[in-house]
Nanobody, 125 residues
Framework: HVTLEESGGGSVQTGGSLTLSCVVS???????MGWFRQTPGKEREGVALIAPYDVTSYSESVKDRFIISLYNTKNIVSLQMNRLKPEATGTYYC????????????????????WGQGIQVNVSQ
């Protein structure tokens, strides 16, 4: 059984920064890990993914402003969010799939296997 626990959400003004962290209860040698976002009335969308050798994939809306990283023998995945915009408001979910290593890019080809409970981020004007 794998658990993922997110932290670091909250409220920030436009242009500010937040860093989300996710502790994964299991480490993998092969993996695709990342962050997804859901806003009311919309489907959950991928924000950033990371695979072995720090191969990353970002959505166009966050490229050059967000940074995804892995720490601590690859069981903590963080998302540094800079120059935040109001459209970044939503619930952010951490996710991992050990079988998507070779297809770790956005948009994902299928639903990931393991998910956190989600954490709220609010960006005000």
């Amino acid at each position: 059984h794998v658990t993922l626990e997110e932290s670091g959400g909250g409220s920030v003004q436009t242009g500010g920064s937040l860093t989300l962290s996710c502790v994964v209860s299991k480490t993998y040698s092969s993996y695709c890990m990342g962050w997804f976002r859901q806003t009311p009335g919309k489907e959950r969308e991928g924000v950033a993914l990371i695979a072995p050798y720090d191969v990353t994939s970002y959505s166009e809306s966050v490229k050059d402003r967000f940074i995804i990283s892995l720490y601590n023998t690859k069981n903590i995945v963080s998302l540094q969010m800079n120059r935040l915009k109001p459209e970044a408001t939503g619930t952010y979910y951490c996710s991992v799939d050990p079988w998507m290593t070779g297809a770790c890019h956005l948009p994902p080809s299928r639903e990931f296997d393991y998910w956190g409970q989600g954490i709220q981020v609010n960006v005000s004007q």
